[in-house]
């Protein structure tokens, strides 16, 4: 009987071992699943804001340039100009936000996140849009061309230094992206209301490096450092000129 006993017990613990390593196996399984497909998702938008934000960083540095050298502009490079640079707050606070908020992978405070300190560039492009819709905004048809006056043409010639800046930051840091796709033969078959893609500027190489696990890599966070960096000097003058 006590053989038994002692047959029955040494069953029991050794099934209750089985039933907890069972338990402990599936509980991993489903962490690392769960967080795999929270990578696969977070991975998702990284790789497509980060992509939007490069495209539209791009297309305005042709147009900003074009623009402040012969000092003229037209309605539909003013649709352009604000629609990318709308784009650009809303990708690039994506962007920042993974960064900083959802995924912890950036200090706040060295970063110095607030805007009144020193501005991510999402800010800044925020008040770019907001002026062009406000300001250099009109009426006329999108053919119509409009000689800036001095004062819009000193307000766009700062947004493109800025806009240099960041797209230093962005094609120096992203593997896989090409700007000089972005030429007039390019813009001209592109609608401007048409649905963007924004992958003209990309190459096989991005999604090798990126899809379904940018998130793992440091190359965006680098991304957001350095427009960080190059953004905090011009601050005053943005404050003072928009």
């Known amino acids: 009987m006590n053989s038994f006993l002692k047959i029955l017990r040494k069953n029991l613990i050794t099934t209750a071992l089985i039933v907890i390593i069972l338990a402990l196996s599936i509980y991993s399984y489903n962490i ?13 938008i990284l790789y497509n804001d980060t992509l939007k934000l490069a495209s539209t960083i791009a297309i305005n540095d042709y147009y900003l340039n074009r623009i402040v050298d012969e000092g003229e502009i037209t309605q539909e490079q003013i649709v352009i100009l604000q629609e990318n640079y709308q784009v650009m707050h809303e990708s690039g606070d994506t962007v920042v936000d993974l960064a900083v908020q959802w995924l912890d992978r950036l200090d706040k405070q060295e970063m110095s996140y607030s805007y009144n300190n020193s501005p991510f560039p999402t800010f ?102 350095a427009m960080q960096k190059a953004s905090i000097g011009y601050e005053p003058e943005v404050v003072n000129t928009f």
């Open 124 to 225: 800044m492009a925020y008040e770019f849009a907001r002026y062009i819709e406000n300001d250099l905004s009109d009426s006329a048809k999108s053919n119509d061309v409009r000689v800036l006056t001095q004062n819009e043409h000193s307000k766009l010639e700062l947004m493109n230094d800025i806009n240099k800046e960041w797209k230093e930051a962005v094609f120096n840091h992203i593997e896989g992206l090409d700007a000089d796709r972005i030429d007039e033969e390019y813009l001209n078959n592109r609608s401007v209301n048409s649905d963007q893609t924004w992958t003209g500027i990309t190459t096989p190489e991005y999604p090798h490096y990126y899809l379904n696990k940018m998130v793992k890599t440091d190359d965006w966070l680098d991304m957001v450092e």
């Open 32 to 44: 690392t699943t769960e967080k795999s497909n929270y990578d696969n998702y977070t991975s998702e």
